[in-house]
């Protein structure tokens, strides 16, 4: 008797189903672009800090070593949430928006600072940053609310309001420590997922205005973030205080021309620049890789990019697609403030480089979000999934 094993020796085409085999693709390029961005944070940190760490630790391989134990720790949350069902993390969705929350709070209480913001909870060396944990919270609510609630998208009380909602909690929390940056970040992706899940575009609209505003407004209240305003307009009016990092940062990436100084040979690293291996990584590369470093990894992102909106629109279901959009949106958001900051097009914020720039909390919960992304593509199928039905209503 024939058995299944001997039909695929004897058509080699039809091992692997074709939903299946588009799954497959989308999951090992994804998988292969996390390593690279893992790999080139690693060897970045290692140039960025290298010269900061032996002069404050007495020892060059401080920072890398303690970004490769988050690097580990975000592989095995990679693994673990890519391994699981999405459909079981949706169950949760509920509990981790209120532990979120709830620890949103707590940091303003109990929290530990540093530069004027209080950020971090923890005992020691282990903190992390709550905020964080609540762009992976917000992902899985708003595509759980949204994809529950498909056939209501024209009703804005019952899709587009409790979302507001959240934010707006979530939003003034993160404000209070503060971290406008990460406020940002926060509401776009909350907003992509609901304009993609079909929300209605004018009440969509006039919430991104108002919210666009409110970022204005709050930008320009505070003393420290007001000058950072103004010194994104003209650093050179206060070129060795206010806009000595903006300087910096420009010099060192048109130190670098086209081809670069060479990997561990840039100078900005030399107390020139701060944050060199963290917040402006990305000035560090283009110092040492040059024009054409630098647009190399503009070009992973835009690759990341890709292969999320193409996870996206092959996942089985709503949920998928949604969670996938919002998960790819969190990246290439955050993404385009960091750099955008870094070579002065948008002011400083102080959004790490998703997986490239020192920092474990970033690394850890980012890595969790790419698991999430993979455990999509392992389930996406061959068709396209329309995100949205003609009229702007969700199918």
Same mark, same amino acid.
């Given at each position: 008797?024939?058995?299944?094993?001997?039909?695929?020796?004897?058509?080699?085409?039809?091992?692997?189903?074709?939903?299946?085999?588009?799954?497959?693709?989308?999951?090992?390029?994804?998988?292969?672009?996390?390593?690279?961005?893992?790999?080139?944070?690693?060897?970045?940190?290692?140039?960025?800090?290298?010269?900061?760490?032996?002069?404050?630790?007495?020892?060059?391989?401080?920072?890398?070593?303690?970004?490769?134990? /988050? $690097?580990?720790? *975000?592989?095995? #949350?990679? %693994?673990?949430? !890519?391994?699981?069902?999405?459909? &079981?993390?949706? =169950?949760?969705?509920?509990?981790?928006?209120?532990?979120?929350?709830?620890?949103?709070?707590?940091?303003?209480?109990?929290?530990?600072?540093?530069?004027?913001?209080?950020?971090?909870?923890?005992?020691?060396?282990?903190?992390?940053?709550?905020?964080?944990?609540?762009?992976?919270?917000?992902?899985?609510?708003?595509?759980?609310?949204?994809?529950?609630?498909?056939?209501?998208?024209?009703?804005?009380?019952?899709?587009?309001?409790?979302?507001?909602?959240?934010?707006?909690?979530?939003?003034?929390?993160?404000?209070?420590?503060?971290?406008?940056?990460?406020?940002?970040?926060?509401?776009?992706?909350?907003?992509?997922?609901?304009?993609?899940?079909?929300?209605?575009?004018?009440?969509?609209?006039? /919430? $991104?205005?108002? *919210?666009?505003? #409110?970022? %204005?407004?709050? !930008?320009?209240?505070?003393?420290? &973030?007001?000058? =950072?305003?103004?010194?994104?307009?003209?650093?050179?009016?206060?070129?060795?205080?206010?806009?000595?990092?903006?300087?910096?940062?420009?010099?060192?990436?048109?130190?670098?021309?086209?081809?670069?100084?060479?990997?561990?040979?840039?100078?900005?690293?030399?107390?020139?620049?701060?944050?060199?291996?963290?917040?402006?990584?990305?000035?560090?590369?283009?110092?040492?890789?040059?024009?054409?470093?630098?647009?190399?990894?503009?070009?992973?992102?835009?690759?990341?990019?890709?292969?999320?909106?193409?996870?996206?629109?092959?996942?089985?279901?709503?949920?998928?697609?949604?969670?996938?959009?919002?998960?790819?949106?969190?990246?290439?958001?955050?993404?385009?403030?960091?750099?955008?900051?870094?070579?002065?097009?948008?002011?400083?914020?102080?959004?790490?480089?998703?997986?490239?720039?020192?920092?474990?909390?970033?690394?850890?919960?980012?890595?969790?979000?790419?698991?999430?992304?993979?455990?999509?593509?392992?389930?996406?199928?061959?068709?396209?999934?329309?995100?949205?039905?003609?009229?702007?209503?969700?199918?």
């Amino acid at each position: 008797m024939s058995t299944a094993a001997d039909a695929r020796a004897r058509h080699p085409s039809a091992r692997t189903p074709p939903a299946q085999a588009t799954g497959a693709r989308l999951f090992v390029a994804l998988a292969f672009l996390i390593a690279v961005f893992n790999l080139l944070g690693l060897v970045m940190v290692m140039s960025a800090s290298s010269v900061v760490a032996l002069d404050d630790y007495g020892s060059s391989w401080y920072f890398v070593a303690r970004q490769a134990a /988050w $690097a580990a720790a *975000g592989t095995v #949350a990679l %693994v673990v949430v !890519a391994r699981v069902d999405y459909h &079981r993390w949706r =169950r949760l969705s509920g509990p981790f928006v209120l532990v979120a929350v709830g620890l949103l709070g707590l940091v303003l209480v109990i929290g530990t600072g540093a530069n004027g913001a209080t950020r971090w909870i923890g005992v020691g060396p282990l903190t992390f940053q709550p905020s964080e944990l609540a762009k992976l919270a917000l992902v899985l609510w708003v595509a759980d609310l949204l994809a529950r609630r498909a056939a209501y998208m024209h009703n804005t009380r019952a899709t587009l309001r409790p979302v507001i909602v959240v934010l707006a909690v979530m939003a003034t929390l993160v404000m209070l420590q503060p971290n406008l940056g990460t406020t940002i970040v926060v509401a776009a992706i909350a907003l992509t997922v609901c304009f993609v899940g079909g929300a209605p575009l004018g009440p969509l609209t006039r /919430w $991104a205005t108002f *919210g666009m505003g #409110a970022a %204005v407004a709050l !930008a320009l209240a505070a003393p420290y &973030r007001r000058a =950072r305003v103004l010194a994104f307009l003209d650093p050179w009016a206060d070129p060795m205080d206010k806009g000595y990092q903006n300087i910096q940062s420009l010099v060192g990436l048109a130190e670098g021309g086209v081809a670069g100084k060479g990997l561990g040979a840039g100078t900005a690293k030399w107390g020139f620049l701060p944050y060199a291996h963290s917040d402006f990584i990305f000035a560090v590369i283009g110092e040492e890789l040059g024009l054409v470093g630098a647009v190399a990894v503009v070009g992973l992102f835009v690759l990341l990019g890709v292969l999320g909106v193409r996870v996206a629109l092959h996942a089985p279901d709503r949920f998928g697609l949604l969670l996938a959009v919002g998960v790819t949106a969190w990246f290439c958001v955050q993404a385009f403030v960091n750099i955008g900051a870094v070579i002065g097009i948008l002011p400083i914020t102080g959004v790490p480089l998703p997986f490239v720039s020192a920092g474990g909390s970033s690394l850890v919960f980012g890595m969790a979000g790419a698991g999430l992304l993979l455990s999509v593509a392992r389930h996406a199928t061959d068709r396209v999934l329309p995100p949205r039905a003609p009229g702007g209503r969700s199918r």
